[in-house]
């Protein structure tokens, strides 16, 4: 009773987890026969276990409890054996049991254990444990039926607590953000931006700020009122948020105005972001209204421009008057800045083409594989810059330079052209059957002169497919409609570069004779967590497989990606969990290295059966998207309609229909632990389901595949 009564103490008067997680394993190793006690958590990562606090009778079992790895795989042996391990996966105590002996080997830290109970702690009734709490015991006759309940008391009070904290927390983020659009306020972007400043000066970085205004802001509001106005509000919001992913932040700063920080790095091109903003303002305010809306924005550097974020704010607004003062719909830099990012793009300007001829432009490879089939089947040359200590210089350091050049972009074509003949000579000489694609900037494809600097440099096409954007088709498509029907001629294979990023991505592909779609590595990194950017890559795959051009997949940087790409149907891929651009002798060298254990055989749903591995991505967005709340017009209610004749016998079918129709049904509640326990279900009964069809007879891997 003194232990419950200390603990309840403790829970009342403690504001952070791990500063309660310490006092309460005190607690117990003061007030109980227990030798140690301690509280796992997941690292940062997630796939890892952690010590977050530990108390012990004596120092040397501290250390020795501190010094553990616990793990949530079971195959890590040992301490995948662990038993808060085993309480963190099966989520129910364990014990009283012996340690692992392997566990204690050596370590005299660990001798004389003769007990060890586990508790999982819960923030929902039903949820996943968000942490283990544990005892050592000399012998287990001291795991009392007392001592039990009061474990168990503390499992569930410590769960009730972080509950509460997340409550907190939850108020706590109202505080800061604004309650119209959800965007950071004013006061917590100043805050962020100082600490990022304070950050930035230590360690030599540089930042960005922008100020953006809307233009016609206020005549919209006072003709149509304010509803009108919060809606134009809240579709510009969501669209800078949307463009913004990579920045520190993106804030309401109060009226029609908005800002955002970012890392900067010289040779990073603000020209591209700005233009990509001030369109997200007109498209936001098009889908709201007809009268025109658009922006004026500001762009000011630390350290250049101020020390601080009140100096650096000021220079900001007087960048986006200046931008206003231009002609509106338009962006501006402040001061240093500008004549900083001229230098550097005169020094590119200056010293790139003696860079060619010097040998210093050299072009990486990094290869393209058919997981499927089980073979290296290409490889991408990458542009590289040696610099005279030695050192890589990658392309986000001059290639936005060099592309809006028709000089420097033409000479870096007629280079790659020279250098694919010869990588493909060499690939041949070597037994290596694989294609060479090459990267041609639009400026050189569309140039009058690029099929006689094709046709004199590298005649003949075959082994080697040129990649473009579909820029080119933006500026002229007529002309590189026939541009590209003389290259398939001379034998070259096409490929569209960052398939999906663009707002013609699909009409192109049926303009442009392509061979071959490269799906952004944008859509490939969210695809896991977004369904939006899962129902792209799925329609990408789809439009592939009916039009015949092969899909390779960028960005695949690990083997879950991979794992979902070939669930989905995917063959190809390109991406560091494959391998990095290589320079060209450590490419020969690695290729016969990875070719024979490349192949990876994951079985493929059916086309209409996508819907389901959308289930075992991230988060549905039920309270997101209005549309999303009936259960029947939403994508997997669809697909539960669409299959069930086929599917229902399959034992998790109709209870994953059931948790379906549940969840919508709770999205439209306040109740948001039983949402979150119940999106847990539902994947467990999706993953149930793929790997029942997976397995039915008659399904193959990966491919277009007939009906059952």
Same mark, same amino acid.
């Given at each position: 009773q003194e232990a419950a009564l200390l603990a309840q103490q403790? /829970?009342?008067?403690?504001?952070?987890?791990? =500063?309660?997680?310490?006092?309460? #394993?005190? !607690?117990?190793?003061?007030? #109980?026969?227990?030798?140690?006690?301690?509280?796992v958590i997941p690292d940062e990562h997630g796939d890892a276990l952690k010590i977050a606090a530990v108390a012990a009778r004596d120092a040397a079992r501290r250390n020795a409890i501190e010094g553990l790895v616990p793990s949530r795989d079971p195959q890590h042996h040992p301490y995948g054996q662990m038993l808060v391990s085993r309480a963190f996966r099966e989520g129910i105590?364990?014990?009283?049991?012996?340690?692992?002996?392997?566990?204690?080997?050596?370590?005299?830290?660990?001798?004389?254990?003769?007990?060890?109970?586990?508790?999982p702690i819960r923030i929902a009734d039903n949820g996943e444990p968000v942490a283990v709490l544990a005892i050592e015991l000399?012998?287990?006759?001291?795991?009392?039926?007392?001592?039990?309940?009061? /474990?168990?008391?503390?499992?569930?009070?410590?769960?009730?607590?972080?509950?509460?904290?997340?409550?907190?927390?939850?108020?706590?983020?109202?505080?800061?953000?604004? !309650?119209?659009?959800?965007?950071?306020?004013?006061?917590?972007?100043?805050?962020?931006?100082?600490?990022? !400043?304070?950050?930035?000066?230590?360690?030599?970085?540089?930042?960005?700020i922008g100020l953006l205004d809307l233009d016609g802001f206020k005549e919209v509001n006072d003709s149509h009122g304010h509803s009108v106005g919060d809606a134009i509000l809240q579709a510009v919001a969501q669209r800078l948020q949307d463009l913004c992913k990579e920045s520190l932040m993106v804030a309401r700063m109060g009226g029609d105005e908005f800002a955002c920080c970012l890392d900067w790095q010289a040779g990073d091109d603000l020209n591209m972001v700005s233009q990509k903003a001030l369109l997200a303002v *007109?498209?936001?305010?098009?889908?709201?209204?007809?009268?025109?809306?658009?922006?004026?924005?500001?762009? #000011?550097?630390?350290?250049?421009?101020?020390?601080?974020?009140?100096?650096?704010?000021?220079?900001?607004d007087e960048a986006m008057y200046a931008a206003k003062a231009a002609g509106k719909s338009t962006y501006r830099f402040y001061g240093g800045a500008v004549a900083a990012a001229a230098e550097r793009r005169i020094q590119v300007h200056q010293d790139f083409l003696l860079a060619i001829t010097h040998g210093?432009?050299?072009?990486?490879?990094?290869?393209?594989?058919?997981?499927?089939?089980?073979? *290296?089947?290409?490889?991408?040359?990458?542009?590289?810059?040696?610099? =005279?200590?030695?050192?890589?210089?990658?392309?986000?350091?001059? /290639?936005?330079?060099?592309?809006?050049?028709?000089?420097?972009?033409?000479?870096?074509?007629?280079?790659?052209?020279? =250098?694919?003949?010869?990588?493909?000579?060499?690939?041949?000489?070597?037994?290596?059957?694989?294609?060479l694609s090459l990267n041609i900037g639009a400026l050189h494809f569309l140039h009058p002169d690029f099929l006689e600097d094709v046709a004199r440099y590298c005649p003949q096409g075959g082994g080697l497919t040129i990649e473009i954007t579909e820029s080119i088709a933006l500026a002229d498509l007529r002309h590189a409609q026939q541009v590209a029907m003389i290259l398939k001629e001379r034998g070259f294979r096409l490929a569209l570069d960052d398939f999906g990023t663009g707002y013609s991505s699909m009409l192109y592909t049926t303009q442009l004779p392509f061979d071959e779609l490269k799906l952004d590595q944008n859509f490939v990194f969210?695809?896991?967590?977004?369904?939006?950017?899962?129902?792209?890559?799925?329609?990408?795959?789809?439009l592939g497989d009916l039009s015949g051009r092969s899909m390779i997949a960028e960005g695949i940087a690990n083997p879950a990606d991979l794992t979902l790409w070939l669930r989905m149907g995917g063959r190809r891929i390109q991406g560091y969990h494959?391998?990095?651009?290589?320079? =060209?002798?450590?490419?020969?060298?690695?290729?016969?290295?990875?070719?024979?254990?490349?192949?990876?055989?994951v079985a493929a749903l059916l086309l209409e059966d996508l819907p389901l591995l959308s289930h075992m991505t991230g988060d549905a967005s039920y309270r997101q998207d209005p549309t999303m709340l009936a259960a029947s017009s939403c994508p997997m209610g669809k697909w539960f309609s669409l299959r069930r004749g086929e599917y229902q016998y399959i034992p998790a079918f109709l209870p994953a229909e059931r948790m379906h129709q549940r969840l919508h049904a709770l999205s439209t509640g306040a109740d948001e632990k039983a949402l979150r326990a119940a999106l847990v279900e539902m994947r467990i009964l999706s993953l149930a389901l793929y790997e029942a069809i997976a397995q039915q007879p008659g399904d193959t891997a990966n491919g277009l595949q007939d009906r059952p």
């Open positions: 403790e /829970m009342l008067r403690s504001t952070e987890p791990i =500063e309660l997680f310490h006092r309460l #394993t005190d !607690i117990i190793v003061s007030q #109980t026969d227990c030798i140690a006690a301690y509280v105590p364990i014990g009283p049991l012996p340690p692992h002996p392997d566990i204690i080997g050596n370590n005299a830290g660990l001798k004389g254990l003769g007990a060890v109970v586990a508790w000399l012998a287990r006759r001291h795991f009392t039926l007392r001592l039990q309940q009061l /474990m168990q008391l503390l499992a569930e009070n410590i769960g009730s607590f972080l509950y509460q904290q997340q409550l907190y927390r939850q108020v706590q983020d109202l505080v800061v953000h604004d !309650i119209l659009t959800g965007l950071p306020n004013r006061s917590h972007f100043e805050q962020s931006v100082s600490t990022a !400043i304070t950050q930035a000066r230590g360690s030599g970085r540089h930042l960005a *007109i498209d936001g305010a098009a889908t709201v209204t007809d009268m025109p809306v658009s922006g004026s924005l500001g762009w #000011t550097i630390f350290p250049d421009d101020g020390p601080d974020f009140k100096t650096l704010f000021a220079h900001a210093d432009i050299v072009f990486f490879l990094q290869p393209q594989a058919d997981v499927v089939a089980g073979h *290296i089947d290409g490889a991408e040359m990458l542009a590289r810059w040696r610099q =005279e200590d030695g050192r890589w210089r990658g392309p986000g350091k001059f /290639m936005s330079i060099v592309e809006q050049d028709h000089r420097l972009i033409r000479a870096l074509g007629i280079h790659a052209l020279q =250098e694919a003949v010869r990588l493909r000579e060499r690939c041949r000489s070597e037994g290596l059957h694989i294609r969210r695809f896991r967590r977004d369904n939006a950017s899962f129902a792209v890559a799925g329609a990408a795959r789809l494959l391998a990095p651009p290589l320079p =060209e002798n450590a490419f020969f060298t690695w290729y016969p290295c990875l070719q024979p254990v490349l192949r990876r055989s």
